[in-house]
């Protein structure tokens, strides 16, 4: 197991608890700078403690007892333990939590390198709601998934880190738009968001591989692919497709009076990757006392309305659920097994929440002002942009008292429009009950955001008492 145990149910967590889960999400999201990579990174510690991989177009049934997992294209995953044979199951159903891979940034254009004024730079599309500004003057590098032809001539999918060369989105000087200060920062997305990568008359070796300076009668497009061939070790032609995006090179760390706090990028949502994962491994610990289906569900595409085959919209937890149930059973009619146990079943929505921002304190409700370190927030809408209500809301404050963790509240401000997560979408698609939750965090949507350093171990452990809980919502 990657994670050790916790203490015992119910007693408070203690520091070194909350120290190494901190550190390990430190690492997950090092190890995790795009969709493709946080599952392949999941994929990996699944792996690692015993779970089998599954595949969509095996067949599922007379699977025993155990940990498995299901990629649905490379950047979403399932993954679920099936317990012991346990009538409980059929009463409670499956117990989810569901949250998201991805995280605004910018991604390169299929035709993404040109020269302009003897720069070499990367046309990219904005996606999801980034914060800009703050992927300007930051020391960037490329990653994400690149599709090659083999020496077979066959298709295959590669991931890639490009960590040389480090790339840079510049910033105007301030003596060339002197207002700024005072009217604010202007971006448009087309003009002013390209990175450079380098000066086309200053390649060197690295980009062409030659061991001499070359600028000759290399272009822009030429210089690219030739780094990113190198860095796959395979000839440029040999690329057919990209979907690459950027990154920044500062490692995830801690921060604080007494280290505290963590800054790190994608907090929203590997915070709550992470927390699902290592719930699920804990949970995976002891399988004869489940009286649940615990599942997990890391969907790609949050950021951007969740409309896509990877997404939360697309029937992939009907889908996958309906074959889980039926390989829980030998006999009968497996539809019908499959709308009992969905009746019983209840959905944790977890994505990263707004803490109180002492900058901007007049932003936030006044009557719910979650803190960092003050333990996992239920996020309330009446408006159904989250999909908790009264009894779900009970259910998730009794677990935290379960697992002696403090439980904080959500709600936006009444004149500002909210935001919302997969829980409406999942809970619309399986009928099923359902509470948004978070870690508070500063600074979402930036290429860098600041989280608390306690809270990982906090809402692992409730997430902990969720994927086990073989009981009902208050009636
Ligand atoms: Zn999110």
Known sequence: MPSREA???????????????????LSFIRESPTPFHAVQSAVDRLHAAGFSALTPQASWRSLAPGGYYVCVGDSTLVAFVLPQKDPRIELHGFRIIGAHTDSPNLRLKPKAAYEKQGYVQLGVEVYGGALLNSWLDRDLYIAGRVIVRGSDGGLQRRLVKLADPLIRVAQLAIHL???????????NRQEHLA???????????????????????A???????????????????????????????????????????????RLDNLGMCHAALHALLRTATRPTEIGVVPVIALFDHEEVGSNSAYGAQAPILPMLLERIAAATTQ???????????LSGSLCVSADMAHAVHPNYADRHEPQHRPHLNGGPVIKHNAQQRYATCGRTAALFAELCARAAVPVQHYVHRTDLPCGSTIGPITATLLAMPTVDVGSAMLSMHSARECAGARDPELMTRVMMQFLQHAGELPS
Request: glycine share 16%; hydrophobic share 30%; net charge negative.
């Open 219 to 265: 272009t822009a497009e030429s210089l690219f692919s030739g780094l990113l061939a190198r860095a796959l070790d395979v000839a440029p032609e040999a690329i057919v497709s990209t979907d690459l995006m950027l990154a920044d090179s500062l490692s995830p760390r801690r921060g604080g009076l007494g280290e505290e706090l963590i800054f790190a990028p």
């Open 195 to 217: 990175p450079i990568v380098g000066l086309l008359g200053g390649s060197s070796s690295r980009a062409t591989g030659k061991g001499s300076t070359d600028g000759g009668s």
């Open 7 to 25: 203490g015992g149910e119910g007693s408070p967590t203690g520091p070194g608890d909350e120290h190494a889960t901190c550190d390990d999400l």
């Open 331 to 341: 006999d009968g009619d497996r539809r019908e097994r499959y709308l009992r146990l």
């Open 177 to 187: 738009d002197r207002e700024i200060n005072d009217k604010g920062l202007l971006l």
